[in-house]
């Protein structure tokens, strides 16, 4: 399901999102709004949006936490492409060390910082669950 060519499902819409980690190894989420008419409603997910028409993910991850968190994310890496059956899905990372109730929100309920143990039977959105269970046994396997 992951690492995938995006040419592969030219008729999918991208997405992008991002992990910020802090120095705790923690992630950042954002709980999403309550409101019945969206998608995934009160559940964790990871900050990012949908790629617009004639915009990079690139692109579109700048804008998106411009937007939603007012944090400029243009030392980010692309970390991993998920080919999910409703969309391609491009996984940004960038260290962030900052409280997250300095974080300014304009989007969603709240941000909270969560380590890996925090994770188990969170309600996470997208299937960002597995983006994360990968990330983390990414990060075990680099620590070594």
């Known amino acids: 399901m992951k690492k995938s060519n995006p040419e592969q499902s030219p008729m999918k819409r991208s997405g992008a999102s991002i992990i910020f980690l802090n120095s705790r190894n923690e992630v950042l989420l954002l709980l999403r709004d309550d409101k019945p008419d969206i998608p995934y409603p009160n559940m964790w997910d990871l900050p990012g949006g949908h790629v617009e028409e004639n915009e990079t993910p690139e692109g579109c991850i700048k804008r998106e936490m411009l937007e939603e968190i007012e944090t400029d994310v243009s030392r980010s890496r692309l970390h991993a492409v998920y080919d999910f059956p409703d969309r391609i899905e491009h996984i940004f990372l960038m260290d962030l060390d900052v409280s997250a109730d300095a974080i300014p929100l304009n989007e969603g309920q709240q941000l909270g910082w969560f380590a890996e143990h925090n994770l188990k039977g ?16 990414a990060l075990r396997q680099n620590a070594r």
């Open 122 to 137: 969170l309600p996470l959105a997208y299937g960002f669950d597995l983006v994360l269970e990968d990330f983390f046994v």
